[in-house]
């Protein structure tokens, strides 16, 4: 098979001379194929210069097709329509049967909203269908994807024009705390806010976080920590604040219902969690089951979101 590949001949070339050879001229030929005679007969001469021997002669106001001519038309009918039918088979996708395993790049705000619904539906419905899940975020995703992921979840910035991109649900921020050990007053307060202990997440390592990125006022840090995955242990049993998106927030006290939150007594600008994928990946049917699943679990994310 492989020898086919570096053959010198435009397969194309045989369509042509497949409907020439079935019309018996080429002015029929040119009528079906949408070209033009010159085209068509053009065809016929580069195909019978790769073949090197003739296979059509003139037969009264026709063509007739020669032996060698002959055998090539055997050859065609035998292959040429299993290999059309085979280029436009529909899908055969079935999630059941599936054993894709998809590379998901997930935020850590993305991961405790959807990994464990996501992989509950695959459990149901493609229980063969595999997942690998890849750390990203904002400023990785468009590396990430470099590498060969089949979509991601997360915040994004510019990202090149081959990605498409969907926006599942707006996200804000708010702060999360334990009021057992932090006496907050009923509505926080700015002097309050920056006088306390704060943990945040820093994706530079340092002591960094959105509030000093966007307001650029530092915080009392306590500790820094590169997601959000332990924010809850850490607020857990100490007077600490941590500033952290709304639906990551839920997702905690969902575990440590004893947490509370407030909102914060300054504006700062929320973001569209969005669904990302190549955009070679648009008919993929393994890709394209698991982004309509994201999706659902997304609007059910933001209709919880909505009815609080």
Known sequence: MPGIHGRDLDLNLLRVFSVVAESGGVTEAAKRLYLTQSAVSAALRRLTTAVGVPLFV?????????SRGERLRSGLDAHLPAIVDAALAPPTFDPATTERTLRLGVSDSSEQWLLPPLLRVFEREAPLLRVVAIPVQFR???AAFAAGLDAAITVADDLPATIRRERLFFGGFTCLYDPRHARLRSRLTEAEYFARDHVIVSYNADLRGIVEDLLGKPRKVRCSVSSFARVGSL????????????????QIRATRPHLRTKALPFRLEGAYSELLWPAAADDDEPSRFARAKIREIARAVAHVKQSR
Do not use: F, K, Q
């Open 140 to 142: 990785t995703v468009a």
């Open 235 to 250: 607020i857990d049993g100490t007077a600490m604040l941590a500033t952290i998106p709304e639906i990551v927030a839920a």
């Open 58 to 66: 003139r037969s009264g106001r026709g063509i007739a097709l020669t």
